[in-house]
């Protein structure tokens, strides 16, 4: 779902990664399951839809008529039930060096009849492999649309990596479950999460003993596989929805980092801080300032009894509702005066 239970005000939302079609994809089984989906799209607001069966190189793809004949279906039956959506083609291409004379030849469907394609890779594909295919579709005149960012090894490694791919003009899409933080199994058990980025032995031997007090078991999210050996049981690289349901879901959650620590204060959570050992902190200390929650430092690593301080998220809110409207009327301020600049 794209926005959870409450639809958002938009004039239109389009959904441009999809796989809707019936019995011909690993999506939509039958028809009546494509009709629950359509339902369920517009219920989030969704009112445009691009479907994108999977086209591999050497598999049974359906051609572009089977797929525009099957939109007209959908498009019938959704008609029919009085659901209001508009579905147009596409493809989700997995990248073979051939890909673009496919395209040059009709038989790969672009993004509604455009010159914008939906190109994925494999997720353990290098950085460097990835630019330069896409690169070569530019090159062939096409726009490309890199499929669900997340779920590559190179792009989670180094965000900056996905930032080079924006830059060259590349436009990025990423699947809602990974910003909502919805994706993955929900782990039902009660435990105790830690995120660490920098190299202190004293933050995993806390956060073993912190879990061990309280009778929970300690797992640890890192894309560094070297911590395998550290504390608590390691989920290696996780895709970014599920790094964030962990976060969402765990009792407590123990961090030296700072997206960390902004994202325990999003999804309400009852959090520790280990301040980095290497003086890089100020972010986290800033916005544990903010929001009145310098007592989440732990300075004393034999002291367990901060689980007795429970955070009171109705004042953190609160505090950070007002900061966002101070945000959001920075940014009008600024598009205004940009938009009265002459140049």
């Not at 903010?290 to 007795?308: A, C, H, M, Q």
Request: hydrophobic letters at 35%.
């Amino acid at each position: 779902m794209l926005f959870g239970n409450k639809k958002k005000s938009a004039k239109y939302i389009v959904d441009v990664h999809c796989h809707i079609m019936p019995r011909i994809d690993d999506g939509s089984r039958n028809m009546t399951e494509t009709i629950k989906m359509l339902k369920i799209a517009e219920s989030e607001g969704i009112t445009h839809m691009i479907a994108t069966p999977h086209f591999k190189s050497g598999h049974h793809n359906a051609t572009p008529q089977k797929i525009s004949e099957l939109i007209n279906a959908v498009n019938d039956a959704a008609s029919t039930l009085r659901i209001n959506m508009n579905l147009y083609q596409g493809n989700e291409i997995l990248y073979f060096e051939d890909m673009c004379s496919y395209i040059d030849s009709g038989k790969i469907s672009r993004m509604n009849g455009t010159n914008h394609i939906l190109v994925e890779f494999m997720p353990s594909d290098p950085y460097q492999y990835i630019r330069n295919s896409l690169d070569e579709i530019m090159s062939e005149g096409y726009q490309p649309v890199i499929a669900h960012v997340e779920r590559y090894g190179c792009m989670v490694d180094d965000i900056e990596n996905v930032r080079r791919l924006s830059r060259m003009g590349v436009e990025i899409q990423v699947n809602a479950s990974s910003i909502t933080g919805d994706t993955g199994k929900e782990i039902k058990k009660k435990y105790v999460l830690v995120y660490q980025i920098h190299n202190d032995r004293k933050l995993g031997l806390y956060a073993k003993h912190f879990a061990k007090s309280i009778g929970l078991p300690l797992i640890r999210i890192s894309p560094y596989l070297h911590q395998i050996s550290r504390e608590g049981k390691l989920v290696w690289l996780p895709e970014l929805g599920e790094f964030l349901s962990y976060i969402k879901h765990c009792s407590y959650f123990i961090t030296d980092s700072f997206h960390g620590t902004a994202f325990a204060l999003i999804f309400n959570k009852q959090f520790f801080e280990i301040l980095p050992n290497n003086n890089t902190g100020s972010r986290n200390l800033s916005i544990l300032r903010l929001t009145g929650l310098e007592n989440r430092i732990v300075s004393n690593y034999n002291d367990f009894d901060i689980i007795k301080k429970r955070i009171d998220y109705n004042k953190v809110n609160a505090i950070l509702a007002e900061e966002r409207l101070k945000s959001i009327k920075i940014l009008k301020d600024i598009l205004h005066i940009y938009e009265n600049s002459s140049y």
